[in-house]
């Protein structure tokens, strides 16, 4: 607005405009250079309730001058379904179109963190932002990515059974060994099974008939996501040679 007083400029919704006093502008001074002043207001996230008149209300002692504007918002993506979990954005710099993009299911800070990994995807340390962000890329449903393996964060293994809960197993050849292991934590631990150093076994039950070369050592490991290991010795297992037959009568 230019006036040779400086105007007082209010720029609102038609119908919340409200129109000063003027005698507020009375005890100013009058000059006689013409000036200009400026105003302008910023709708952030327009959207159908912005719709409407607008109005630019200039006013100095003298009186008030308005202009009314009408604005329009067009939604670009009105009926637009966009596959999985993307959203629509329209162009609206060119007036016209729209494309599907993805969502940012975490701050990419939080996209690589190491404690938090889905079970199927330990060794990639795959999280469960990255695995939403994959299926949504791809046009898949997260859940459809997500039922693969479960997400959370890294517990390490915990082995149930107490140390040396067997103690010294004596067994004969051809006997049955029977040893148990249990463990909790996420994602779900493996069991291996050694005796001494050697692996002789997967999961929480190890049974076989033994022979002379099955004494030694039995302990119980449990590891998850190739890192993280604990174990316990379970029983020292003795095998003796199967007394001969007696002799016939």
Excluded at 86 to 97: L, P, T
Excluded at 100 to 118: I, L
Aim: hydrophobic share 30%.
């Amino acid at each position: 607005a230019r006036a040779s007083m400086t105007p007082q400029i209010t720029l609102t919704r038609k119908e919340q405009i409200s129109r000063p006093n003027l005698e507020y502008f009375n005890g100013l001074s009058s000059g006689q250079v013409s000036q200009t002043t400026i105003n302008s207001i910023t709708i952030n996230n327009v959207d159908e309730s912005n719709e409407g008149w607008y109005t630019c209300l200039a006013c100095n002692r003298y009186g008030c001058a308005e202009q009314d504007a009408y604005l329009t918002v067009l939604d670009l993506c009105k009926g637009v379904t966009c596959p999985g979990d993307k959203y629509c954005v329209g162009n609206y710099a060119a007036g016209h179109g729209h494309t599907c993009e993805c969502p940012s299911f975490c701050d990419r800070a939080d996209m690589f963190v190491s404690d938090w990994v889905c079970s199927n995807y330990c060794e990639e340390q795959f999280n469960e932002c990255m695995m939403k962000d994959d299926a949504c890329r791809n046009d898949k449903f997260g859940i459809e990515v997500l039922n693969k393996g479960r997400c959370g964060k890294i517990e390490h293994p915990v082995i149930l059974e107490e140390e040396h809960t067997y103690g010294v197993l004596e067994l004969t050849e051809d006997n049955e060994l029977f040893l148990e292991c249990n463990a909790e934590g996420f994602p779900e631990p493996e069991i291996v099974w050694y005796r001494d150093d050697e692996i002789v076994g997967y999961g929480n039950y190890l049974i076989k008939s033994v022979s002379l070369a099955d004494s030694g050592e039995y302990t119980c490991e449990a590891v998850n996501c190739m890192t993280n290991k604990v174990s316990k010795v379970l029983a020292a297992v003795i095998v003796e040679k199967k007394p001969p037959p007696p002799p016939a009568q």
